[in-house]
């Protein structure tokens, strides 16, 4: 059922249960005060009656006269003829029996009209005949020790009529107020659930995987607010969906990189390896097709680990503890100057001693792929420095972050274009195919490097021009 | 001589494909980048073109474009697995698209299909005095006609055409019989000999230990 439908339904019944009991209490107050007056009067003139019969009656017995019964009629009759009007008749009885009827006939008088009746005092009953209503009075008092009741009927229909011309007028009042309210609260209640009915198209698009979405907020009520948040709602989930996008394509393209990047290594191990098994070689074929299987067997070997490295990294926390930059320093020429001198190339390093907050291992990592960087790009008896510098006060803030500290390595080489520096850090990205598969790299050191730097918050950034050489630059960032 | 031109940048996959084909008895020519490539076709004509897709300067599909206009079929031996890229690569008028890694007989068998496609293979194998015409399937050995059962003739195409290459059992099963080799079938032995009885090929015909046969020209082999 339709939320519309409820409020109007709710409302209705709420309007004709409260007119129901309003009239109700109306109509049954009238009646009885109307009621009231009608029995009023009839005791006005049964006490004018009794006290007209009693009077006459006094007379008689006081002249003498003391057939009561027999005068009884008498009097009745000449009181009755004196005073009564039509709508009303007049019984009157005596010791238990009736001596006067005005309308001629024994009146269906039921005896409970004459219970409890005392002297003096007055009973009344209502009874309906013929469709009619009436009134019954009587009175009591003893005379010649015996029971007199003077009995008035008197026409009450004027009460029940209105009673029922009320009822009818009420309901017919009642149906055309309930009608048209309802007309007026369902379109009261279209209107308030208009908003309503547009969020829940809305919402059925977003679920529809549409979330270019923007409702126009339909005021400041608590629909509004369900607008402005489904538009948020909507927002978040555009950027997660955005997002969730993003890192599905990217992780297609590096498995659709990393399939082609081993497809090689495999090609060539399996192709001399079936060369060898199938074929007579000579001995220097023999030592190519081995060779080849060597070298392309380290690689592989090499691009697992540092995939490993890649993977591992990505699921675990890095610890950080304060690392002296010249403990760094002096751990990087132990393991990079034996490397430089086979091509002759002179390392000046020159490390401001600081701490800075990482993992050691990890630092030195990023510290010998910047170093081995530098010496594939450089020529035989070339120069690459390494050059650490704590940041002086008033640096520039990056993301609020004060930077603390910047290592940079530089090399006089090739340089790359600003296309490819952009580039470096994806993974299998080679800026030089044949040059890096001769030094034998697998296009995942720097995306190594740019991730353990992330993951130390810090940044790396890269100057390079083609021809002059490349510094590749990381800023420690203070951590808060 | 039919010459094969090698458009391949990584080093250790052209030598491979050079070394194979060579022994093959093709001759052969390597280009590293797509810009070269192009410059020795212009100077040079070549029966085949074998080349990848990843090239530095000009990729393959670039490259194949200036081959069709030269006539000359190509085939594409590349990493790029996707049914998309093989598409591309077949309308894009290659003979044939070959994914990455390979086996050295399949490569020959391919090139040897489109060799013979376009007429360039001999229709007559020969080795020693013996000459076969495959399609008319007729053996001759010093000009005498040898007459041999369909199973014999094909296997001795199959040894022809990978000569100085050990065909294992596997292979030869499933080339010859089309099933599946089953290690007590002594059906490839029987017909080995028959082949070195009708032929005289006891000692071309090498066995392999544990692994099957090759049939070797004996001046070609460096001792």
């Known amino acids: ?480 | 001589m039919i010459q094969i031109l090698i458009v391949e940048d990584e080093k250790p996959i052209s030598d491979l494909i050079r070394l194979n084909l060579t022994k093959a008895g093709y001759g052969c020519t390597c280009a590293y980048d797509g810009l070269e490539a192009a410059d020795i076709l212009e100077e040079q004509s070549f029966d085949l073109v074998i080349l990848d897709i990843m090239l530095p300067h000009v990729d393959g599909f670039e490259l194949m474009e200036y081959i069709r206009s030269l006539k000359i079929p190509a085939i594409f031996l590349t990493a790029k697995s996707s049914l998309e890229d093989r598409v591309k690569g077949l309308t894009s008028g290659a003979e044939d698209y070959m994914v990455k890694p390979f086996e050295i007989v399949e490569l020959l068998a391919r090139v040897n299909i489109v060799l013979r496609r376009y007429h360039k293979a001999g229709q007559l194998l020969t080795f020693a005095d013996i000459v076969v015409d495959a399609e008319n399937q007729k053996v001759t050995k010093a000009g005498k006609e040898v007459i041999l059962t369909p199973k014999e003739l094909g296997l001795l195409i199959l040894l022809m055409r990978n000569r100085n290459i050990t065909l294992f059992r596997e292979r030869i099963y499933e080339e010859i019989w089309g099933t599946e080799y089953s290690v007590e079938s002594r059906t490839l032995d029987l017909h080995i000999q028959r082949l070195r009885k009708k032929l005289d090929l006891k000692d071309a015909i090498k066995t392999v230990f544990k692994a099957g046969y090759r049939l070797e020209e004996a001046h070609e082999v460096s001792v």
Not at chain 1, 332 to 341: F, K, T
Not at chain 1, 378 to 405: A, F, H, Q, T, W
Request: proline share 1%; hydrophobic share 40%.
């Open chain 1, 1 to 480: 059922m339709k939320f519309r439908y409820k409020v109007l339904l709710t409302n209705l019944i709420l309007l004709s249960l409260s007119l129901w009991l309003v009239g109700y209490f109306m109509i049954r107050k009238n009646f009885e005060l109307a009621q009231n007056t009608q029995l009023r009067n009839a005791i006005v003139e049964n006490n004018l009656v009794q006290s007209s019969v009693e009077y006459e009656l006094l007379q008689m017995i006081n002249n003498g006269n003391v057939r009561i019964s027999e005068s009884l009629s008498e009097i009745a009759e000449r009181v009755m003829g004196g005073m009564f009007v039509e709508s009303s008749s007049l019984y009157v009885r005596y010791a238990d029996a009736y001596v006067y009827s005005s309308d001629g006939e024994e009146a269906h008088i039921s005896e409970s009209l004459f219970e409890e009746l005392d002297v003096g005092g007055k009973n009344y009953m209502i009874c309906r005949e013929k469709e009619q209503y009436f009134i019954y009075v009587t009175s009591y008092s003893n005379v010649d020790k015996r029971q007199l009741c003077i009995i008035s009927k008197q026409e009450a229909s004027d009460a029940y009529n209105m009673l029922e011309e009320q009822i009818q007028y009420f309901r017919m009042l009642t149906l055309g107020i309930v009608l048209s309210a309802s007309v007026l609260m369902y379109l009261i209640s279209m209107l308030l659930t208009r908003p309503l009915e547009k969020l829940n198209q809305v919402t059925g698009e977003i679920t529809a995987g549409n979330y270019e979405i923007h409702l126009k907020a339909a005021g400041r009520d608590e629909v509004g607010q369900l607008a402005e948040n489904v538009n948020v709602m909507a927002g978040a989930i555009r950027e997660r969906v955005e997002e969730l996008n993003d890192m599905i394509h990217r992780r297609e393209q590096f498995v659709a990189d990393f399939t082609h990047e081993i497809k090689t290594p495999m090609t060539t191990i399996i192709g001399y390896a079936d060369m060898l098994r199938s074929m007579e070689l000579s001995r220097e074929e023999l030592m190519m097709a081995s060779n080849y299987i060597f070298s392309e067997g380290k690689r592989l070997e090499a691009m697992s680990g540092k995939l490993f490295e890649l993977i591992y990294l990505n699921r675990h926390e890095i610890e950080k503890t304060p690392v002296h930059t010249d403990d760094l320093q002096r751990e990087l020429l132990r393991i990079a100057v034996p490397i430089l001198e086979r091509k002759q190339i002179e390392l000046k390093a020159d490390v401001e001693p600081a701490v800075v907050m990482g993992d050691k291992e990890l630092l030195i990592t990023v510290c010998m792929n910047l170093i081995d960087n530098a010496r594939k790009a450089s020529e035989e008896g070339s120069v690459i420095e390494l050059i650490g510098r704590s940041c002086k006060d008033g640096e520039i803030l990056e993301n609020d972050c004060k930077p603390v500290y910047s290592l940079r390595v530089t090399d006089y080489g090739i340089g790359m274009s600003k296309e490819d520096a952009a580039h470096i850090c994806d993974e299998f990205y080679m800026v030089d195919k044949s040059r890096s598969r001769k030094e034998g790299g697998a296009g995942l050191g720097l995306s190594l490097t740019a991730l353990i730097i992330k993951r130390h918050q810090a940044v790396l950034k890269v100057e390079s021009v083609q021809g002059e050489g490349t510094t590749m630059r990381v800023i420690f960032y203070e951590t808060k």
